[in-house]
Protein backbone atom coordinates (compact mmCIF):
# COMPACT_ATOMS: atom_id res chain seq x y z
CA UNK A 1 0.00 0.00 0.00
CA UNK A 2 1.22 3.15 -0.75
CA UNK A 3 2.51 5.69 1.96
CA UNK A 4 0.30 8.90 2.22
CA UNK A 5 -0.69 11.03 4.70
CA UNK A 6 -3.60 9.61 5.17
CA UNK A 7 -2.26 6.22 6.66
CA UNK A 8 -2.86 8.14 10.08
CA UNK A 9 -6.39 6.36 10.34
CA UNK A 10 -5.01 3.38 9.89
CA UNK A 11 -4.54 4.09 14.05
CA UNK A 12 -8.54 3.72 14.53
CA UNK A 13 -8.31 -0.18 13.60
CA UNK A 14 -8.63 -2.49 16.77
CA UNK A 15 -6.01 -5.73 16.67
CA UNK A 16 -8.35 -8.41 16.99
CA UNK A 17 -6.51 -11.33 16.83
CA UNK A 18 -7.85 -14.19 19.11
CA UNK A 19 -5.33 -15.15 21.75
CA UNK A 20 -2.82 -17.86 20.71
CA UNK A 21 -3.18 -21.06 21.77
CA UNK A 22 -7.00 -21.47 22.18
CA UNK A 23 -9.62 -23.47 20.10
CA UNK A 24 -11.65 -21.16 18.07
CA UNK A 25 -15.94 -22.06 17.79
CA UNK A 26 -17.05 -19.86 14.87
CA UNK A 27 -21.12 -20.44 15.50
CA UNK A 28 -23.50 -19.50 12.49
CA UNK A 29 -27.56 -18.35 13.35
CA UNK A 30 -30.48 -18.10 11.29
CA UNK A 31 -31.43 -14.78 11.73
CA UNK A 32 -34.93 -14.29 11.56
CA UNK A 33 -35.63 -17.77 10.85
CA UNK A 34 -38.96 -17.91 12.15
CA UNK A 35 -40.53 -15.73 9.67
CA UNK A 36 -38.11 -16.93 6.99
CA UNK A 37 -39.52 -20.83 7.15
CA UNK A 38 -43.05 -19.26 7.59
CA UNK A 39 -42.23 -17.58 4.20
CA UNK A 40 -41.06 -20.70 2.55
CA UNK A 41 -43.08 -23.29 4.09
CA UNK A 42 -40.83 -25.39 5.86
CA UNK A 43 -42.87 -28.65 7.43
CA UNK A 44 -43.06 -28.32 11.56
CA UNK A 45 -41.22 -29.64 13.89
CA UNK A 46 -38.78 -30.28 11.34
CA UNK A 47 -38.19 -30.05 7.59
CA UNK A 48 -35.87 -32.49 6.15
CA UNK A 49 -34.68 -30.33 3.24
CA UNK A 50 -33.92 -27.57 5.14
CA UNK A 51 -32.05 -29.42 7.31
CA UNK A 52 -30.32 -31.12 4.94
CA UNK A 53 -29.77 -27.73 2.96
CA UNK A 54 -27.67 -26.52 6.43
CA UNK A 55 -25.86 -30.03 6.76
CA UNK A 56 -24.53 -30.04 2.83
CA UNK A 57 -23.31 -26.21 3.71
CA UNK A 58 -21.55 -27.73 6.65
CA UNK A 59 -19.47 -30.26 4.34
CA UNK A 60 -18.40 -27.47 1.76
CA UNK A 61 -17.12 -25.22 4.52
CA UNK A 62 -15.01 -28.25 6.15
CA UNK A 63 -14.27 -28.73 2.21
CA UNK A 64 -13.34 -25.52 1.66
CA UNK A 65 -11.61 -24.62 4.91
CA UNK A 66 -8.94 -27.28 5.25
CA UNK A 67 -8.79 -25.55 9.78
CA UNK A 68 -12.08 -26.56 10.20
CA UNK A 69 -11.89 -29.68 12.16
CA UNK A 70 -15.26 -30.13 13.42
CA UNK A 71 -19.15 -28.91 12.80
CA UNK A 72 -22.10 -29.28 14.98
CA UNK A 73 -25.57 -28.50 13.58
CA UNK A 74 -29.42 -28.01 14.34
CA UNK A 75 -31.78 -25.88 13.17
CA UNK A 76 -30.71 -23.18 11.36
CA UNK A 77 -27.88 -23.44 13.76
CA UNK A 78 -23.84 -24.33 12.76
CA UNK A 79 -21.17 -24.51 15.17
CA UNK A 80 -17.19 -24.41 13.57
CA UNK A 81 -13.94 -25.32 15.45
CA UNK A 82 -11.05 -24.50 14.21
CA UNK A 83 -7.79 -26.05 15.38
CA UNK A 84 -6.15 -25.08 17.94
CA UNK A 85 -2.99 -23.95 16.31
CA UNK A 86 -4.75 -22.31 13.16
CA UNK A 87 -3.12 -18.85 11.81
CA UNK A 88 -6.23 -18.48 9.38
CA UNK A 89 -6.16 -15.03 8.53
CA UNK A 90 -3.57 -14.42 11.59
CA UNK A 91 -6.59 -15.28 13.73
CA UNK A 92 -8.70 -11.82 13.44
CA UNK A 93 -11.93 -12.16 14.73
CA UNK A 94 -13.78 -9.53 12.16
CA UNK A 95 -11.75 -11.77 9.37
CA UNK A 96 -12.52 -15.36 10.35
CA UNK A 97 -16.19 -14.34 11.38
CA UNK A 98 -16.83 -12.03 8.54
CA UNK A 99 -15.30 -14.46 6.20
CA UNK A 100 -17.13 -17.94 7.68
CA UNK A 101 -21.11 -15.97 7.52
CA UNK A 102 -20.57 -14.74 4.25
CA UNK A 103 -19.35 -18.31 3.15
CA UNK A 104 -21.75 -19.88 4.43
CA UNK A 105 -25.14 -17.62 3.60
CA UNK A 106 -23.68 -17.81 -0.23
CA UNK A 107 -23.82 -21.38 -0.06
CA UNK A 108 -27.27 -21.94 1.26
CA UNK A 109 -28.30 -19.78 -1.90
CA UNK A 110 -26.33 -21.29 -4.25
CA UNK A 111 -27.28 -24.90 -3.28
CA UNK A 112 -31.19 -24.16 -2.41
CA UNK A 113 -32.70 -25.50 -5.76
CA UNK A 114 -31.07 -28.82 -5.05
CA UNK A 115 -33.00 -28.89 -2.18
CA UNK A 116 -36.02 -27.08 -3.08
CA UNK A 117 -36.32 -27.77 -7.14
CA UNK A 118 -39.81 -26.51 -6.60
CA UNK A 119 -39.95 -23.47 -4.21
CA UNK A 120 -38.14 -20.15 -5.07
CA UNK A 121 -36.25 -18.25 -2.68
CA UNK A 122 -38.83 -15.71 -1.77
CA UNK A 123 -36.31 -13.59 0.34
CA UNK A 124 -32.91 -13.38 1.34
CA UNK A 125 -31.53 -15.47 3.82
CA UNK A 126 -29.19 -14.00 6.96
CA UNK A 127 -26.71 -15.28 9.33
CA UNK A 128 -25.38 -13.58 12.32
CA UNK A 129 -22.61 -15.08 14.03
CA UNK A 130 -20.26 -14.77 16.98
CA UNK A 131 -16.61 -16.39 17.85
CA UNK A 132 -15.78 -17.73 20.92
CA UNK A 133 -12.06 -18.65 22.00
CA UNK A 134 -11.63 -21.91 24.31
CA UNK A 135 -8.12 -22.41 25.88
CA UNK A 136 -8.65 -26.62 25.93
CA UNK A 137 -10.05 -29.46 24.32
CA UNK A 138 -12.33 -30.95 27.46
CA UNK A 139 -14.17 -27.42 27.04
CA UNK A 140 -14.58 -27.78 23.20
CA UNK A 141 -16.40 -30.98 24.20
CA UNK A 142 -18.28 -30.08 26.69
CA UNK A 143 -19.45 -27.15 24.82
CA UNK A 144 -20.56 -29.36 21.72
CA UNK A 145 -22.37 -31.56 24.48
CA UNK A 146 -24.27 -28.54 25.28
CA UNK A 147 -25.65 -27.90 21.79
CA UNK A 148 -26.35 -31.25 21.49
CA UNK A 149 -28.60 -31.44 24.22
CA UNK A 150 -30.38 -28.25 23.32
CA UNK A 151 -30.92 -30.22 20.45
CA UNK A 152 -32.76 -32.75 22.12
CA UNK A 153 -34.68 -30.61 24.77
CA UNK A 154 -35.83 -28.03 21.51
CA UNK A 155 -36.71 -31.27 19.75
CA UNK A 156 -39.04 -33.05 21.87
CA UNK A 157 -40.61 -29.86 22.86
CA UNK A 158 -41.34 -29.17 19.09
CA UNK A 159 -42.53 -32.56 18.31
CA UNK A 160 -45.34 -32.58 20.96
CA UNK A 161 -46.26 -29.05 20.12
CA UNK A 162 -47.08 -29.50 16.72
CA UNK A 163 -48.34 -32.56 17.02
CA UNK A 164 -51.11 -31.15 19.50
CA UNK A 165 -51.48 -27.72 17.46
CA UNK A 166 -52.15 -30.62 14.31
CA UNK A 167 -54.37 -32.24 16.52
CA UNK A 168 -56.66 -29.07 16.57
CA UNK A 169 -55.33 -27.22 19.68
CA UNK A 170 -53.98 -23.54 19.32
CA UNK A 171 -50.34 -22.78 19.42
CA UNK A 172 -51.58 -20.60 23.04
CA UNK A 173 -53.15 -24.27 24.29
CA UNK A 174 -50.59 -26.09 23.43
CA UNK A 175 -48.06 -24.01 25.44
CA UNK A 176 -50.23 -23.89 28.13
CA UNK A 177 -50.75 -27.96 27.86
CA UNK A 178 -46.67 -28.50 27.85
CA UNK A 179 -45.58 -25.99 30.47
CA UNK A 180 -44.14 -27.53 33.56
CA UNK A 181 -44.02 -31.12 31.41
CA UNK A 182 -40.89 -32.83 32.32
CA UNK A 183 -39.21 -35.03 29.31
CA UNK A 184 -40.89 -38.34 30.40
CA UNK A 185 -43.91 -36.57 30.53
CA UNK A 186 -43.25 -35.56 26.98
CA UNK A 187 -42.54 -39.35 25.87
CA UNK A 188 -45.26 -40.51 27.46
CA UNK A 189 -47.84 -37.70 25.87
CA UNK A 190 -46.30 -38.51 22.43
CA UNK A 191 -46.63 -42.45 22.87
CA UNK A 192 -50.36 -42.15 24.29
CA UNK A 193 -51.95 -40.06 22.25
CA UNK A 194 -49.69 -39.73 18.68
CA UNK A 195 -48.29 -43.39 18.88
CA UNK A 196 -44.83 -42.04 18.41
CA UNK A 197 -41.83 -43.64 20.08
CA UNK A 198 -39.32 -40.59 20.80
CA UNK A 199 -36.35 -42.64 20.34
CA UNK A 200 -37.77 -43.82 16.65
CA UNK A 201 -37.77 -40.49 15.02
CA UNK A 202 -34.59 -39.79 12.63
CA UNK A 203 -31.56 -39.70 14.46
CA UNK A 204 -30.91 -36.00 12.54
CA UNK A 205 -34.12 -34.79 14.28
CA UNK A 206 -32.49 -35.77 18.01
CA UNK A 207 -28.92 -35.25 18.18
CA UNK A 208 -28.56 -32.97 15.60
CA UNK A 209 -25.60 -33.33 12.44
CA UNK A 210 -21.80 -33.61 13.17
CA UNK A 211 -19.36 -32.29 10.19
CA UNK A 212 -15.67 -34.20 10.42
CA UNK A 213 -13.09 -35.59 8.53
CA UNK A 214 -12.50 -39.51 8.85
CA UNK A 215 -10.20 -42.00 6.64
CA UNK A 216 -12.84 -43.63 4.35
CA UNK A 217 -11.93 -46.97 1.89
CA UNK A 218 -12.89 -46.51 -1.33
CA UNK A 219 -12.59 -48.28 -4.65
CA UNK A 220 -9.30 -46.50 -7.06
CA UNK A 221 -9.23 -48.53 -9.65
CA UNK A 222 -10.09 -52.43 -11.12
CA UNK A 223 -6.87 -54.72 -11.81
CA UNK A 224 -6.87 -56.60 -14.91
CA UNK A 225 -8.78 -59.76 -13.04
CA UNK A 226 -11.48 -56.65 -11.99
CA UNK A 227 -10.93 -57.28 -8.52
CA UNK A 228 -11.16 -53.67 -6.62
CA UNK A 229 -8.02 -51.87 -5.62
CA UNK A 230 -8.99 -50.00 -2.57
CA UNK A 231 -7.55 -46.95 -1.25
CA UNK A 232 -7.71 -45.01 2.33
CA UNK A 233 -8.28 -41.36 1.84
CA UNK A 234 -9.22 -38.56 4.51
CA UNK A 235 -12.92 -37.49 3.57
CA UNK A 236 -15.58 -34.87 4.97
CA UNK A 237 -18.34 -37.32 6.40
CA UNK A 238 -21.94 -36.33 7.45
CA UNK A 239 -23.00 -38.27 10.87
CA UNK A 240 -25.60 -38.01 13.56
CA UNK A 241 -24.34 -39.81 16.19
CA UNK A 242 -23.74 -38.85 19.84
CA UNK A 243 -20.88 -36.55 20.94
CA UNK A 244 -22.08 -36.12 24.70
CA UNK A 245 -20.53 -39.71 25.88
CA UNK A 246 -17.15 -40.35 25.80
CA UNK A 247 -17.04 -43.16 22.72
CA UNK A 248 -16.77 -41.01 20.14
CA UNK A 249 -14.24 -39.41 20.91
CA UNK A 250 -12.32 -42.05 22.08
CA UNK A 251 -12.89 -43.22 18.84
CA UNK A 252 -11.57 -39.98 16.96
CA UNK A 253 -8.80 -38.26 19.20
CA UNK A 254 -6.89 -36.97 16.25
CA UNK A 255 -10.30 -34.45 15.64
CA UNK A 256 -9.07 -32.07 18.84
CA UNK A 257 -5.58 -33.29 19.42
CA UNK A 258 -3.81 -30.92 21.38
CA UNK A 259 -0.91 -29.75 20.11
Not at 10 to 37: A, Q, T
Not at 130 to 156: E, G, M, S, T
Not at 186 to 197: A, M, S, V
Request: charged share 30%.
Amino acid sequence: MANSKYEYVKKFEDDDRLPPCNWIVVRIDGCHFHRFSADHEFEKPNDKNALNLMNSCAVSMLEHFPDIVFAYGVSDEYSFVLKETTQFYQRRASKILSLSVSYFTSLYVMKWKEFFPDKELKAPPSFDGRVICFPKAKIIQDYLAWRQVDCHINNQYNTCFWNLVNSGKTEREAQEFLKGTQSKDKNELLFQQFGINYNDLPAMFRKGSCVYRDKVEETAKLDKGGNSIKRTRNKVVLAHIDIIGPKFWSEHQYILEEE
